[in-house]
């Protein structure tokens, strides 16, 4: 009898033994269960603004987790290796949600990072650690492409600290020709991201021929400004060749200063360029003075004050 995977939007019909689009869930005796439970097959410590989060903790390390598997077929990812594996095929080391916790305490971190592919199709995990990390006292991250149903996501919401998601597109075509997905639950995702009690940002691969012009990336401003909130931080992120998506050029420097400036003109206040060698410091809205000063992931200077711009008291989305 076929059972119903209910994690994501693709609702994957499964007989006892088949494994899922995702590669990393199974039907086995009645349920659906994650392959990579307790085993990720990566984990590190990374920069919180590698993630990239640069209005939550910044200059903070994040243990970061990452399972095999991922319910998209992204075109240009750059850890396929790992995202279009299964558990099965990747070695994992075993990790289960009190270990993380005393992990947390032995190495002295305060935040957990569930990334690097999509860490939401191990949702159990990922939810049980969560609440482990969030009974201990630490913060929980999400990276997501936010592929995921309303039931899990609301699970998960409470325990979530911060979020960064990928919206690869306003295109609907776009997402099903090099993700082979449809985008509307992204938006959902990140609708309900925004109302909950987390701090989030969301990023934009900018890919040329794909979408770069200026009415994708209009578009795309428009929904962050309009939906999201015009403090939500946004990141222009610069393209390289990697995967099946190896026709095309990185992207133009002067490509993501022109989404910069649409996003400013959208109204958006906290704007960055990532993966190129591009002023990512944080201003104030308000005065616009120079509050966090940035070169690649290193902060070189922070003058906020509980949160607030120094000079003109005016209070800066995120935590700090």
């Known amino acids: 009898m076929a059972i119903v995977c209910r994690i994501c939007p693709r609702g994957c019909r499964l ?7 995702c590669r990393a869930r ?3 005796g009645g349920k659906v269960v ?25 200059a903070s390390q994040v243990l970061s987790l990452g399972m095999a598997g991922c319910n998209l077929r992204c075109r240009n990812c750059q850890n396929a290796s790992i995202s279009q594996s299964s558990p099965d095929q990747v070695p994992g080391s075993r990790l289960m949600p009190d270990d993380l916790v005393q992990l947390m305490r032995r190495t002295g971190l305060t935040a957990v990072a569930y990334t690097y592919t999509e860490p939401l199709v191990c949702f159990e995990y990922v939810l049980d650690c969560a609440r482990a990390v969030h009974a201990a006292g630490f913060a929980n ?9 309303p039931e899990p996501l609301a699970e998960l919401v409470p325990f979530l600290d911060a979020a960064n998601i990928d919206l690869k597109t306003m295109s609907k075509e776009g997402y099903r020709a090099n993700c082979g997905a449809e985008r ?5 995702t990140l609708r309900t991201l925004a109302k909950a009690d987390v701090v989030l940002e969301v990023t934009d691969l900018v890919i040329p021929g794909f979408n770069d012009s200026d009415a994708d990336l209009e578009s795309w401003c428009s929904f962050v400004a309009t939906d999201l909130g015009k403090d939500v931080p946004v990141h222009f992120s610069r ?3 990697a ?7 990185p992207t133009p420097a002067k490509t993501l200063q022109r989404a910069k400036e649409i996003a400013r003109a959208k109204g958006l206040r906290h704007v960055y360029c990532g993966n190129i060698d591009e002023n990512e410091d944080t201003t104030c809205p308000g005065c616009g003075a120079l509050l966090l ?17 120094p000079r003109c008291g005016k209070k800066i989305y995120g935590r700090f």
Not at 141 to 149: D, F, I, P, R, T
Not at 243 to 249: A, I, K, M
Not at 293 to 309: H, I
């Open 34 to 58: 994650p392959l990579a439970y307790g085993r990720p097959c990566s984990v590190a410590v990374d920069p919180m603004e590698k993630k990239p989060l640069f209005h939550f903790l910044p």
């Open 184 to 188: 509307d639950p992204v938006l959902a």
């Open 293 to 309: 000063r940035r070169r690649g992931f290193d902060v070189l200077s922070n003058v906020l004050r509980e949160g607030g711009c």
């Open 243 to 249: 995967h099946q998506l190896t026709d095309r050029p």
């Open 239 to 241: 393209f390289f060749p």
């Open 15 to 21: 007989e006892d033994g088949q494994t899922g689009f």
């Open 26 to 28: 199974r039907a086995v």
């Open 141 to 149: 991250v999400l990276v997501s492409a936010g592929y995921v149903q």
